[in-house]
């Protein structure tokens, strides 16, 4: 099968099973597909089985290994079940891509007590119940590699104040568990997208869409990042080239998150008398 113009080992994940859950579409499904290329048997798991069918479709016609399961995260049963299955069909997990999420853009007085418990639900405690279920089930006995995706919240997240939240909580929880769970084989690292072009976005309100495009430019590379750029990160966080590495975040965000007043995005300039000087032959 082909590796997607991957520059990681054909047969990276021979012999490896694992979890994509949020897998039916956008940077889980290219995660998904990433694996599949490299060797792995893949899960993956969402609310909406013809989402999840057309993904086991798309990778089947790639030539790769892949199973779905609907499972909705927040229901730490089916959750539970969920492992059962991979148990039952794979006999083990090996790494764990903690992808599924979402939330809505509010300003924050106006979020309800439900909207605000639904986007906790599913980005913090939904992946909670992921995690620590496949830790009883597969990873307490053999270890294992988790790679949570979180979101870029380090300015805080306006607009989006209770993902923002969330995810934070998620980047700790990240860091608790490598250190709780190192002794048994697993780490536990996480990646921290910046705007990625996906089809997630699309699930957004068209009216805040041109505002989502603008941010997007927002970074050193001025411009959104792709999917495959993120699939990238996790690949090699799940893999062992990131044997040392345990309980950190990578940021994938073109620099989004670093950004400075002096060296604002799109190459403006604050001083241009200063830089033209210096860019003299
Ligand atoms: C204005 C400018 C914005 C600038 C922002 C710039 C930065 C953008 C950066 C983007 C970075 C992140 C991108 C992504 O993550 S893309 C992937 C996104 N995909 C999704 O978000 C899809 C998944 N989302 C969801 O499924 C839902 O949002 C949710 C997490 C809430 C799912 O829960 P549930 O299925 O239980 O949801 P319900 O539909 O039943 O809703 C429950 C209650 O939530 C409230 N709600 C839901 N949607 C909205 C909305 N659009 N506006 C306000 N409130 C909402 C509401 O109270 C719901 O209850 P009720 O229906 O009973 O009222
Ligand atoms: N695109 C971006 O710019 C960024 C995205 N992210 C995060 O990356 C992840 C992937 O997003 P992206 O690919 O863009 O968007 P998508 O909306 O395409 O992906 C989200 C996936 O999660 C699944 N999902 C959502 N809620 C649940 C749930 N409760 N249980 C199980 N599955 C669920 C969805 O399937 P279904 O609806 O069928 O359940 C869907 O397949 C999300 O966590 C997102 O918030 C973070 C930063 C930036």
Redesign the pocket.
């Known amino acids: 099968m082909s590796a997607l113009n991957s520059i990681f080992s054909p047969a990276l994940f021979k012999d490896k099973n694992v979890l994509v859950t949020g897998g039916g579409s956008?940077l889980g499904l290219r995660a998904a597909r990433e694996f599949a290329a490299l060797g792995a048997t893949v899960f993956i798991c969402g609310?909406t089985q013809e989402k999840l069918d057309r993904a086991v479709k798309a990778i089947h016609g790639e030539g790769g290994r892949v199973e779905s399961v609907v499972c909705d995260i927040r229901d730490r049963d089916a959750v539970v079940e969920l492992m059962q299955t991979v148990s039952d069909q794979a006999g083990k997990l090996d790494i764990l891509i903690n992808n599924a999420?979402?939330?809505?853009?509010?300003p924050a007085e106006?979020?309800?007590a439900?909207?605000w418990q639904?986007?906790i639900d599913?980005?913090l405690t939904g992946t909670f119940n992921v995690m620590q279920a496949a830790f009883n089930k597969h990873f307490r006995k053999k270890g294992g590699a988790v790679v949570n995706v979180i979101?870029d919240m380090w300015q805080g997240f306006?607009?989006?104040a209770h993902?923002g939240a969330a995810r934070a909580a998620v980047d700790n929880l990240t860091k608790t568990l490598a250190n709780e769970w190192g002794r048994h084989g697993v780490r536990v690292n996480a990646v921290a997208?910046g705007?990625?072009r996906?089809s997630?976005?699309e699930?957004?309100?068209p009216a805040?869409r041109p505002?989502?495009e603008e941010?997007g430019k927002q970074n050193q590379a001025a411009r959104m990042g792709t999917e495959a750029e993120v699939a990238a990160a996790l690949v090699f966080l799940a893999s062992p080239a990131a044997a040392y590495i345990t309980g950190a975040t990578l940021r994938i965000d073109g620099g989004q998150s670093i950004f400075h007043p002096l060296y604002p995005p799109n190459g403006e300039r604050v001083w241009p008398a200063f830089d033209d000087e210096n860019e003299k032959p």
């Open positions: 956008g609310r999420g979402g939330q809505f853009p509010a106006t979020i309800s439900k909207g639904a986007v599913t980005n979101a306006p607009m989006m993902t997208p705007i990625i996906t997630g976005l699930t957004y309100d805040v505002m989502i941010a």
